[in-house]
Nanobody, 124 residues
Framework: QEPLVESGGGAVQAGGSLRLSCVRS????????MAWFRQAPGREREGVAG???????RYADAVKGRFTISKDNSENTLYLEMNSLKPEDTAMYSC??????????????????WGQGTQVTASS
């Protein structure tokens, strides 16, 4: 069983909303840094939003004001609320977890554990 499993992706019209979930099955998430990354075809994987063990968050400039990252420690689940979706948000979204400090939350090399991803498509 994969330790991180994402869900919630789909196809929406531009301006629409989606909520992604990532459940971790192997250890409690309360002390870890976790983040959402995305990768579009032909592009490098990029950090979208991250949250550390104390609940501090970081966002990529491209999603600030539109996306919100949160986690529920009791459900061992990470969320990404995505509003006002744009076609350029179309990508495979993956969650990641590890002992990551706040200042490295959007750095992909900082993470040890990754999910398989869920596809998000926003069409104009």
């Amino acid at each position: 069983q994969e330790p991180l499993v994402e869900s919630g992706g789909g196809a929406v019209q531009a301006g629409g909303s989606l909520r992604l979930s990532c459940v971790r099955s192997d250890v409690r998430i309360s002390g870890d840094g976790m983040a959402w990354f995305r990768q579009a075809p032909g592009r490098e994987r990029e950090g979208v939003a991250g949250i550390d063990g104390d609940g501090r968050t970081r966002y990529a400039d491209a999603v600030k004001g539109r996306f919100t990252i949160s986690k529920d420690n009791s459900e061992n689940t990470l969320y990404l609320e995505m509003n006002s979706l744009k076609p350029e948000d179309t990508a495979m979204y993956s969650c990641a977890a590890g002992q990551v400090p706040w200042y490295d939350l959007l750095k992909r090399d900082a993470y040890k554990f990754w999910g398989q991803g869920t596809q998000v498509t926003a069409s104009s």
